[in-house]
């Protein structure tokens, strides 16, 4: 066995291999030490191999443990291997010992969904303490959890989460189907999973969340969704989903009903000005003054006298400086990239409207564009309606204000038309899935 491992991987200078004798049987061993731990292989074989062996009490430990199992498949040693598991040969049957390396042995705290009132606690990179931390937040019989390998080289596991008695077959079916005809070497992160699953490359908003939250697999779940945990990552995925599911922060299930229903229609307008409010300057601006009151006509166009160029040239300019100041604050290091994104924003605002490269109402259409974004709680679908203002700029500035209503009704039309796995992603209320998960709540209360 060792010979045959240490030809298949080039003789590693990390890889630990030996063999032992006991006095009653010799035993092969072969294991990468900085993949397992160390502890597990000394309690869970060395100690009872070496020092109270006793060949009964041993047999029936290999044999009764899940940690153990029978590894007579030679194509697949170096792959186990490789995911820390040790090898251990015993006449001529191989075992194998899973003592994979732990490096996760409690939560993370949540970094971007930050919530006010809610649990603080966010998923880990380890994907069986994820699914613990789902199960205590959804502990219930009738919770389904479905192991996948994706990656032909990482061997990623995939866990797949869902109340079967919630949970709408077709959905489930059209996941497997996806899950199965993904063709990827490696899987690293779940942004890859949620893009391999999508379908179509090139859809403008994501049909997939991404949450960090175990709380918020907990009510989706509850729901009748499908959730998605990667070994690796501490990223879950959430399917089928609609655009309000992109909206819908946290903090909304912890407040009151009416404080939670303000927040959400906030969210919606900040949403729709970051859309429109570029597109809407330019058209009005360059087009369609008259649809505003004189004083305010006449004010704008006195801040933009000294400004020598159109109206878009100014947009452009104003968006990509806010752009990259985004981009700034989360390449520079966490501790000054807030104070230097802050200061370089407001001394490049003061400095360039002065100079007269824009004008003031420029400036503050980009302040309010910038923090209507912020706005948005899910960062997926905020990069998406970044990119869709861009498109409702171009077309304002070839059309004006008739371009942006029909540019904003062609996107209702759009959202209308999307699916998530089968789901209307403009839809607001599923009679069907709500009346199903409300006779399930009523027969187990």
């Not at 007579?72 to 820390?84: A, K, V």
């Not at 729901?223 to 989903?241: E, H, M, T």
């Not at 906030?266 to 429109?276: D, N, S």
């Not at 905020?382 to 204000?401: A, E, N, P």
Request: hydrophobic share 45%; charged share 20%.
């Amino acid at each position: 066995m060792i010979e045959q491992i240490l030809a298949e991987l080039n003789n590693p200078s990390d890889l630990f291999y030996d063999t032992l004798d006991n006095g009653y049987i010799q035993m092969e061993l072969v294991y990468f030490p900085e993949l397992c731990d160390q502890t597990l292989i000394k309690d869970g074989l060395i100690i009872p191999y070496s020092y109270c062996f006793q060949p009964e009490e041993f047999e029936r430990m290999i044999n009764t443990n899940p940690n153990y199992g029978i590894a007579n498949q030679t194509e697949y040693w170096t792959q186990l291997l490789l995911n820390g598991t040790l090898l251990f040969k015993i006449e001529d049957t191989v075992f194998r010992f899973y003592v994979q390396r732990k490096f996760q042995d409690k939560p993370d705290t949540v970094q971007i969904e930050a919530s006010l009132q809610g649990p603080q606690t966010a998923l880990t990179e380890d994907l069986d303490l994820n699914i613990s931390l789902i199960r205590m937040r959804y502990n219930v019989p009738s919770l389904s959890v479905e192991q996948h390998i994706i990656g032909d080289h990482s061997k990623t596991r995939i866990s797949v989460l869902y109340d079967k008695n919630l949970i709408n077959n077709e959905v489930l079916d059209l996941l497997n189907e996806r899950i199965n005809s993904v063709q990827i070497r490696t899987l690293r992160a779940a942004g890859q999973l949620l893009q391999a699953l999508s379908g179509k490359r090139h859809r403008l908003f994501p049909i997939i969340l991404q949450t960090e939250r175990p709380d918020r697999i907990a009510i989706m779940i509850e729901r009748g969704k499908v959730a998605l945990l990667q070994d690796g990552s501490r990223f879950g995925l959430l399917l089928p989903v609609r655009l309000i599911d992109f909206l819908h922060a946290m903090d909304d299930d912890y407040e009151s009903y009416w404080m939670s229903k303000f927040l959400l229609i906030l969210r919606y307008f900040a949403m729709l000005l970051t859309i429109t409010l570029p597109a809407l300057y330019i058209a009005i601006v360059s087009y369609n003054p008259e649809i505003l009151r004189v004083q305010l006509t006449l004010s704008i166009a006195g801040s933009r006298v000294v400004v020598p160029y159109p109206s878009f040239i100014e947009v452009f300019i104003m968006l990509f400086m806010i752009e990259a100041l985004n981009e700034a604050s989360l390449r520079l290091p966490r501790y000054i990239g807030s104070t230097a994104t802050t200061v370089g924003g407001l001394i490049l605002g003061q400095a360039i409207q002065q100079a007269g490269l824009v004008s003031s109402i420029m400036i503050i259409v980009t302040s309010v564009v910038a923090i209507s974004n912020f706005v948005i709680p899910n960062n997926g679908f905020g990069y998406s309606v970044r990119f869709i203002k861009y498109i409702f700029v171009i077309v304002s500035i070839f059309y004006g204000l008739l371009g942006v209503v029909v540019s904003f009704f062609a996107l209702i039309v759009y959202w209308c038309n999307l699916r998530s796995f089968g789901l209307p992603y403009f839809a607001y209320y599923i009679p069907k899935l709500e009346a199903k998960a409300h006779h399930y709540r009523k027969e187990s209360n």
